[in-house]
């Protein structure tokens, strides 16, 4: 009766027996315990590499379980790291190391062996371990449970430290190159990144040394800051920490989880995307996300890459705060957006060795690019296709060249929008292949698709019903289990039919939330905050390097393209053959007032110099958006890239605009001097600036639009407004409102110039008023070229703006800690 009794009360009150190097813990079920140096932990260790709050021991649903809360240096158990772990009979932890770390050794009493130490009252006890000495202070102590205590979770890296460095020297300086004290191997850390100064017994001070992407303290990026042990120093991929009179660095090296809390995202006007979504992504995971159009897969992508926070909730990488350290981890991040992010004239090597120069800092030599567009181009299968345009790769292969960019900086988290549109099946299979080996390779990839034919090379899926909530999230093959269905079609067929039922509820009940959900996400809580709004992001290179760098691939693109290449010599030579043609009487000369063709062969030169300009710059940033924005979040300036476009293209204008003029005028007399120097001369200058004014127009109308197809009828629109406003064809002066309408427009100014130039007023023959913008003085002359400059600088300036309100934006949230 006795034994059954005492059977009966294991089983209700199971005791955990926990061992340190100094005393034995009993400890019964019902409270969180926490580990630790702490003095006020429940279980003391004193090993110095173990953290304050190291670890927490609970009775949970499968017995007692040991979990670490994002020590410093970790929890390992025969020789591996674990985050969490089931106890069944008698297992035994290192805290702090692998191999001679403290030990923790946790075993449970069985029924046959009376559990020692409960006093009569059955209060659970600490009592002396009589396998260790202890010294002579060391007393009995009562441990009541209670309610579960809250565990804050540390912001600190939860890998363990690649080098610990012990501080000796007054200052220690951080950087890629050899001659550092710290000298780390990351082509994303300048050669000479930063100091480590020592200002005081225990007291250290960080300054930055003017590197391209920046060193961050706890996610914010600074100058200088004064350290305490509890900062985090970020630079590139690494983590760096004080302990005591040591600098321990730890690597990001793609080994990293992501814990989804609860996020849910609200439109300004309330309506709810994504409503209370959790799930964790374990290290070296493909993760599959799918779901019904509308259903807020896309919304997700943006919350989980940080891009566009969720209103409530947080993200976790790797235990730290996603959104409020968005600054430091963003490099970290890599995004594949459906389009592709390369120009697709130029080879595959070239194509990655331009995004290298813009992505890495100004300081990394063309060797050190080189070898890492060739490590990815090996790790991704591309090699043999290197000198290959990318437009004649195939689907497969071409998205792979954009996952290369992305993995030119090394992320750790890799996101992709629809990798398998569009593909053929066979495609559709390679590439998802891909993906599982680059995520077993050694980093976390989440993929957005609509396609479920290879849904099995993922190692978790998560299905999204409408209203942006959660309806699955585990192994792929369980998925048509959860939903009771044969196919995904008829899934989504049900969510359309029985757009009622709680999708998202049902789940929640199964245990199969339990069992790929619930037990991997933290349990953090905390006060709502605001999320900080992020600096732009850091420039890689200087103005001057981006620009040349763009101005090179753009050159390259163009001479890439031999049919666009064609037409951009052709056009001025068919257009300055009709204008040849017109008639003109006595060409530019004349008795005064007897030559009334010479307005009209100025007009028809005046609207080519428009069409021209026009017309080589109103596709070419509309075509590129996809290009830019990925560009831009990577820390391209919008003034440089605007400026290389004007730049190319301006001087392809003016060259043009030239033609135009000298085949134009074949065979014209032409007065013997104009205002201040020849009248071909004049004339050119006239139309070059004309031409260079249309040509910002055509960016301001491209980098307006969204898409390249409405582009043509609005060149129509404009180039025949051009050509009304010129004053050749409608006499302006005098003309309410075409005469004002005519000031906005470079054709009027442009076309004045011309004017001012032949005397035009006096040589042809018309009736009412004289043009004032036509006076054959320096000053009129000025005046019109001058506009015309001016207007141009005004549509720069209205593109510039367009393009700055293009770059990605990351908004500010109020974030839940969970």
């Given at each position: 009766m006795a034994d059954e009794l005492s059977s009966r009360e294991f089983r209700e009150a199971p005791i955990l027996v926990v061992q340190t190097k100094e005393r034995v813990y009993r400890l019964r079920a019902g409270g969180a315990y926490n580990i630790g140096r702490d003095p006020s932990a429940d279980i003391v260790v004193t090993d110095p590499r173990a953290s304050s709050l190291h670890a927490v021991l609970e009775r949970g649903a499968d017995g007692w379980?040991?979990?670490?809360?994002?020590?410093?240096?970790?929890?390992?158990?025969?020789?591996?790291?674990?985050?969490?772990?089931?106890?069944?009979h008698e297992e035994t932890f290192q805290l702090g190391h692998a191999v001679d770390g403290e030990k923790l050794a946790c075993s449970l009493p069985t029924p046959s062996r009376p559990e020692p130490g409960l006093d009569a009252g059955g209060d659970t006890m600490v009592v002396p371990d009589p396998g260790y000495a202890l010294d002579d202070e060391a007393t009995v102590t009562k441990i009541h449970p209670g309610l579960p205590r809250k565990v804050s979770r540390s912001s600190s890296p939860a890998a363990h430290p690649s080098t610990v460095v012990r501080i000796t020297s007054p200052t220690l300086r951080i950087g890629r190159a050899t001659d550092?004290?710290?000298?780390?191997?990351?082509?994303?850390?300048?050669?000479?990144?930063?100091?480590?100064?020592?200002?005081?017994?225990?007291?250290?001070?960080?300054?930055?040394?003017?590197?391209?992407?920046?060193?961050?303290?706890?996610?914010?990026?600074?100058?200088t800051a004064d350290l305490s042990e509890s900062d985090l120093i970020g630079v590139g991929h690494t983590t760096f920490r004080l302990v005591g009179d040591e600098l321990r660095e730890f690597v990001d090296t793609g080994d990293v989880s992501v814990s989804v809390q609860n996020i849910t995202v609200r439109t300004p006007d309330g309506k709810v995307l994504l409503d209370g979504v959790s799930f964790p992504i374990s290290q070296r995971s493909l993760v599959g996300v799918i779901g019904p159009s509308g259903a807020g897969k896309s919304t997700l992508l943006g919350a989980i890459t940080g891009l566009q926070p969720a209103t409530e909730g947080t993200v976790r990488y790797d235990g730290r705060d996603l959104y409020t350290d968005y600054d430091e981890l963003r490099h970290r991040i890599g995004l594949v957006p459906q389009e592709d992010i390369l120009h697709n004239q130029l080879p595959t090597r070239r194509a990655l060795l331009y995004a290298a120069e813009l992505r890495f800092p100004g300081d990394t030599r063309s060797e050190e690019r080189e070898q890492r567009v060739d490590e990815v181009l090996d790790e991704l299968g591309l090699a043999r296709h290197a000198d290959t345009r990318i437009d004649r790769l195939s689907g497969g292969q071409r998205k792979r060249v954009s996952v290369a960019l992305e993995l030119l900086t090394k992320p750790s988290l890799l996101f992709l929008d629809e990798p398998t549109s569009g593909l053929d099946p066979g495609l559709d299979k390679t590439?998802?292949?891909?993906?599982?080996?680059?995520?077993?390779?050694g980093r976390t990839v989440i993929v957005v698709t609509h396609s479920v034919a290879n849904l099995d090379s993922c190692d978790r899926l998560l299905v999204l019903?409408?209203?942006?909530?959660?309806?699955?999230?585990?192994?792929?093959?369980?998925?048509?289990?959860?939903?009771?269905?044969?196919?995904?079609?008829?899934?989504?067929?049900?969510?359309?039919?029985?757009?009622?039922?709680?999708?998202?509820?049902?789940?929640?009940?199964?245990?199969?939330?339990?069992?790929?959900?619930?037990?991997?996400?933290?349990?953090?809580?905390?006060?709502?905050?605001?999320?900080r709004p992020p600096a732009p992001p850091p420039a890689p290179q200087s103005k001057l390097s981006q620009l040349s760098?763009?101005?090179?691939?753009?050159?390259?693109?163009?001479?890439?393209?031999?049919?666009?290449?064609?037409?951009?010599?052709?056009?001025?030579?068919?257009?300055?053959?009709?204008?040849?043609?017109?008639?003109?009487?006595?060409g530019f000369t004349g008795t005064p007032g007897t030559?009334?063709?010479?307005?009209?062969?100025?007009?028809?030169?005046?609207?080519?110099?428009?069409?021209?300009?026009?017309?080589?710059?109103?596709?070419?940033i509309v075509k590129e958006q996809t290009i830019y924005r990925r560009e831009r979040a990577a820390g391209l300036s919008a003034g440089v890239y605007l400026m290389s476009k004007l730049l190319v293209l301006g001087v392809i204008t003016v060259v043009q605009a030239a033609v135009l003029v000298v085949i134009g005028t074949i065979g014209e007399s032409m007065p013997p001097k104009g205002i201040f120097t020849m009248v071909e001369l004049e004339l050119v200058l006239a139309m070059a600036m004309l031409g260079i004014t249309s040509l910002a127009l055509g960016l301001l109308v491209s980098v307006s639009v969204n898409t390249s197809e409405k582009t043509l009828p609005l060149l129509i629109v404009l180039s025949m407004a051009q050509l009304v406003l010129t004053g050749g064809l409608v006499r302006l002066p005098g003309t309410p409102g075409l005469q004002q309408l005519s000031f906005l427009s470079p054709s009027r100014w442009g076309y004045g110039a011309g004017a001012a130039t032949l005397d035009l007023?006096?040589?042809?023959?018309?009736?009412?008023a004289a043009d004032p913008l036509w006076k054959h003085t320096i000053g009129t002359?000025?005046?019109?070229?001058?506009?015309?400059?001016?207007?141009?600088?005004?549509?720069?300036?209205?593109?510039?703006?367009?393009?700055?309100?293009?770059r990605p934006r990351r908004q500010g949230a109020r974030v839940a800690r969970l």
């Open positions: 379980e040991i979990e670490d809360v994002g020590s410093l240096n970790g929890t390992f158990f025969a020789g591996h790291r674990v985050d969490r772990m089931v106890i069944d550092n004290d710290i000298a780390v191997p990351d082509l994303m850390i300048s050669r000479h990144h930063a100091e480590l100064h020592t200002i005081g017994a225990g007291r250290y001070r960080i300054v930055d040394l003017g590197s391209h992407n920046g060193t961050y303290v706890n996610g914010a990026r600074v100058d590439v998802m292949e891909m993906l599982s080996e680059l995520a077993h390779d019903v409408p209203g942006g909530r959660l309806a699955y999230y585990g192994p792929p093959e369980e998925g048509l289990q959860q939903f009771a269905q044969r196919t995904w079609a008829e899934v989504f067929q049900e969510f359309d039919n029985d757009e009622d039922r709680d999708w998202a509820g049902e789940f929640r009940t199964s245990p199969r939330f339990e069992n790929y959900v619930a037990v991997g996400l933290t349990d953090d809580v905390g006060p709502a905050e605001e999320v760098t763009l101005c090179r691939r753009y050159l390259a693109v163009i001479a890439s393209d031999r049919s666009y290449l064609a037409l951009l010599g052709v056009m001025p030579l068919l257009l300055g053959g009709l204008i040849a043609a017109v008639p003109s009487g006595a030559n009334t063709d010479a307005p009209t062969k100025l007009m028809v030169l005046a609207f080519a110099a428009c069409f021209v300009g026009t017309g080589n710059a109103i596709r070419e007023d006096t040589l042809s023959p018309h009736t009412g002359w000025l005046v019109d070229m001058g506009v015309v400059a001016g207007l141009g600088v005004v549509f720069l300036a209205l593109a510039w703006y367009r393009l700055y309100q293009l």
